[in-house]
């Protein structure tokens, strides 16, 4: 079993930056990989960054409208991870959730854990 609880939502204008956090417990960390989905209200669930387990050097993933704006990073002695969002766009809102799983994938379905998420709301 892992737990996993986000931080560091809220509410930011366009062009600004937010970092979340998730911090990890009931398993090694560094053992898991790691993600970051969100969804927006009437919208599907979807991936938005990833990091590997740190034998494969922390490989990161990115979707295509986040990436050079969004950076994940994990710090194993804090058991936490990080979604790093600058330049803000309206359309970045949503609640965000942290998941944890064997595999980075962008398939929500295949990550076993979810935190319960936190709120990002980007004004324009």
């Known amino acids: 079993q892992v737990q996993l609880v986000e931080s560091g939502g809220g509410l930011v204008q366009a062009g600004g930056s937010l970092r979340l956090s998730c911090a990890a417990s009931?398993?090694?960390?560094?053992?898991?990989?790691m993600g970051w989905f969100r969804q927006a209200p009437g919208k599907e669930r979807e991936f938005v960054a990833g990091i590997g387990i740190s034998r494969n050097a922390g490989s990161t993933y990115y979707r295509d409208s986040v990436r050079g704006r969004f950076t994940i990073f994990r710090d194993n002695a804090k058991n936490t991870v990080y979604l790093q969002m600058n330049s803000l766009k309206p359309e970045d809102t949503a609640i965000y959730y942290c998941?944890?799983?064997?595999?980075?994938?962008?398939?929500?379905?295949?990550?076993?854990?979810w935190g319960k998420g936190t709120l990002v709301t980007v004004s324009s």
């Open positions: 998941a944890a799983g064997r595999l980075v994938t962008t398939a929500p379905d295949g990550m076993d854990y």
């Open positions: 009931g398993r090694a960390f560094s053992s898991i990989a």
